[in-house]
């Protein structure tokens, strides 16, 4: 398996707190960096949209969470090339725990999809709020 994220993968977020997206924006996801993270403003639910520039199978998606601040609900949807906008293939559902360290949740091989949607349903904030350090999705 290796990461299906790359400089072509389009990455779409809900929100970004403060719409602050120097400090807190969807690049901060995939920069390989500890010390930057997506921050989402308050309310759910909070998602994060990532377009293939070809098809992908996923396996695995890692999460790197601020604890307090856990997406405790992520359903994993996807679309494929034929119909990008119709999120009918179910990838997975995943309860990440409240914690700070990498989770890593491995789901069966999809179809071959353009576009993954992660949607956080419930948030271990009360406000809603969702931060993320890193996330990738590894597959083939």
């Known amino acids: 398996m290796t990461s299906l994220i ?8 809900s929100s970004v707190l403060n719409r602050d997206t120097s400090n807190y924006g969807k690049q901060n996801l995939i920069d390989g960096q ?7 403003e308050q309310g759910l639910p909070q998602h994060i949209l990532l377009d293939f520039s070809s098809p992908v199978s996923v396996q695995s998606i ?11 609900t992520c359903v ?7 119909t990008p906008n ?7 559902t995943f ?22 949607k992660i949607i956080f349903e ?6 809603g709020r969702i931060t993320l350090y890193k996330l990738d999705v590894l597959g083939n």
């Open 95 to 116: 309860y990440p725990e409240d914690i700070n360290s990498e989770q890593t949740f491995n789901c069966e091989p999809t179809q071959p999809l353009k576009r993954v």
């Open 6 to 13: 790359n400089n072509e993968t389009r990455i779409k977020v």
């Open 62 to 72: 890692v999460f790197q969470f601020q604890g307090g601040f856990v997406g405790k």
């Open 34 to 40: 500890v010390e930057t993270c997506w921050n989402s």
């Open 76 to 82: 994993v949807v996807g679309s494929t090339a034929e």
């Open 122 to 127: 419930e948030s271990t904030d009360f406000y």
């Open 86 to 92: 119709d999120y009918s293939v179910q990838i997975d």
